[in-house]
């Protein structure tokens, strides 16, 4: 398979590719520029959300923190109320410690070799290729999720592509294609577009795709059996009674130090499967609650946990205060995202 994989990846079509890609591509903000740091905060943004979504918010972080300096002297509560919504929140603490690094070792200048990019928080294989390729416009290879199924179709390679050393094996592969490539700029935007516009998850547009005349996939009408994975990902469900409690005007709260959802505010909340086990949990953690009302039943998915969340409104008569924190304005604060729709 390798074999026959390098022979094809040697006759890859990139005039075609190219072509399609002049015509065809997104006018993205972050797409239309050459700037390190605005590709990097792009990238990490792009992680598991569409970019519909990222759009906004990119926009506006740009604004609020145009260059390294200003995020990394920015408190990471901060930071992540700029992003709160978009999810997965351990990128963007890792962002924000990134951001302190080269602040603190590099004299605020973005990394321009592949190796000290690797070095940052949060910065992989993947991140550090797109930075490579799209703002240096140098051959390193970006291999996302687009980029897997977009290959594993054209090759018919049917790798489960679940497992780290093939997608390493991959990986390879689009290396040696990069390096092929007139500009490794183009090459990874347009396999990004490719697999966002013309080769979707569960459908393909094979008439329209500048591979379709060497496209295993379309040639043997079996496009959307690939990439293959193995691996299911077993959510657990869990049942939680949340609680919204207020002492005087001002709400209780807690701030989260799990790593769901670290550095996240959110209301009281205990894992229970009664009211009365719920209140007894709460007064063993200092709080104790007068009048719990029912108000409603709330549902949040996450990858990998389905939170079941039955909520009360409560008061409390002592202050909770240092362990809690009391707050006026839910709107100033990062609030954990199942617990925003509370709200
Ligand atoms: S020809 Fe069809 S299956 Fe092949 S890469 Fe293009 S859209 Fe995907």
């Not at 992003?83 to 410690?97: A, D, I, P, Q, S």
């Not at 703002?135 to 977009?150: E, F, T």
């Not at 060497?214 to 009674?241: H, Q």
């Not at 240092?322 to 954990?336: G, H, T």
Request: include cysteine; charge should be neutral.
């Amino acid at each position: 398979m390798l074999l026959i994989l390098c022979d094809i990846i040697k006759n890859m079509n990139s005039k075609e590719l190219f072509k399609w890609y002049e015509k065809n591509h997104r006018k993205l903000k972050f797409r239309e520029t050459k700037n390190p740091y605005h590709i990097w905060i792009s990238e990490v943004m792009l992680q598991q959300t569409q970019v519909d979504t990222v759009l906004p918010y990119f926009s506006s972080f740009i604004e609020k923190y145009p260059d390294v300096k200003t995020l990394a002297k920015t408190d990471l509560e901060t930071v992540l109320k700029s992003v709160e919504g978009l999810g997965y929140y351990r990128r963007f603490r890792n962002m924000h410690k990134a951001a302190v690094y080269i602040h603190e070792n590099l004299e605020d200048i973005f990394p321009s070799t592949y190796k000290d990019l690797l070095k940052l928080p949060g910065i992989g294989r993947y991140t550090a290729g797109a930075i490579m390729s799209i703002a240096y416009d140098q051959p390193y290879s970006a291999l996302d999720g687009n980029v897997i199924r977009v290959l594993t179709r054209y090759f018919n390679i049917d790798w489960d592509m679940s497992l780290e050393k093939n997608r390493k094996l991959l990986d390879q592969k689009n290396q040696e294609i990069i390096e092929n490539m007139p500009s490794a700029n183009i090459y990874t935007q347009s396999m990004m577009e490719i697999g966002a516009l013309v080769c979707r998850p569960t459908e393909t547009k094979c008439m329209v795709c500048p591979f379709k005349d060497e496209c295993l996939g379309y040639k043997n009408n079996n496009a959307l059996e690939y990439p293959i994975s193995l691996k299911k990902i077993a959510k657990v469900e869990l049942t939680y009674f949340v609680f919204i409690v207020t002492y005087h005007t001002k709400y209780v709260l807690r701030k989260r130090t799990e790593k769901l959802l670290e550095g996240f505010y959110e209301f009281l909340q205990v894992e229970s499967e009664s009211l009365s086990e719920a209140i007894e949990s709460l007064e063993k953690l200092g709080i104790s609650i007068k009048n719990p009302k029912y108000s409603k039943k709330v549902k949040h998915v996450f990858t990998h946990q389905f939170w079941s969340m039955e909520v009360y409104e409560a008061v409390v008569n002592e202050n909770p205060e240092p362990e809690y924190y009391l707050i006026d304005d839910l709107e100033k604060i990062p609030i954990a995202i199942a617990h925003r729709k509370i709200i």
